[in-house]
């Protein structure tokens, strides 16, 4: 079993930036592929970033390339994704997530096994 709880929601003006923070149980962190997914009201769950195990590899939707960078502190057993250049299309309630088997589509909700409670972020116009 693997916990995780996020932080860092917010409530920000267009074109602030936030900081989520996720950090996990367990003593396999640095082994686990990570996501992070997001709702927005009245919409389906989907994809945002995610990032391998070492951290190398990094992936994005495409709505959000270029001003969201997913990272993480395999010392810290903490997952982060820092977001820029915020606009009200970002508000949703964000999930960090777990891989635990590494594999399948890092893209897909099937892929991951554990998920955090969600953090809340609004952005204002």
């Known amino acids: 079993q693997v916990q995780l709880v996020e932080s860092g929601g917010g409530l920000v003006q267009a074109g602030g930036s936030l900081r989520l923070s996720c950090t996990t149980s367990g003593r396999s962190f640095s082994t686990y592929r990570l996501g992070w997914f997001r709702q927005a009201p009245g919409k389906g769950r989907e994809f945002v970033a995610a990032i391998t195990r070492g951290g190398v590899g990094t992936y994005y939707a495409d709505s959000v390339k270029g001003r969201f960078t997913i990272s993480r502190d395999n010392a810290k057993n903490t997952l982060y994704l820092q977001m820029t250049s915020l606009n009200p299309e970002d508000t949703a309630v964000y999930y960090c997530?777990?891989?635990?088997?590494?594999?399948?589509?890092?893209?897909?909700?099937?892929?991951?096994?554990?998920w955090g409670q969600g953090t809340q972020v609004t952005v204002s116009s």
């Open positions: 997530t777990v891989d635990v088997h590494v594999y399948g589509d890092l893209a897909l909700l099937a892929t991951y096994e554990y």
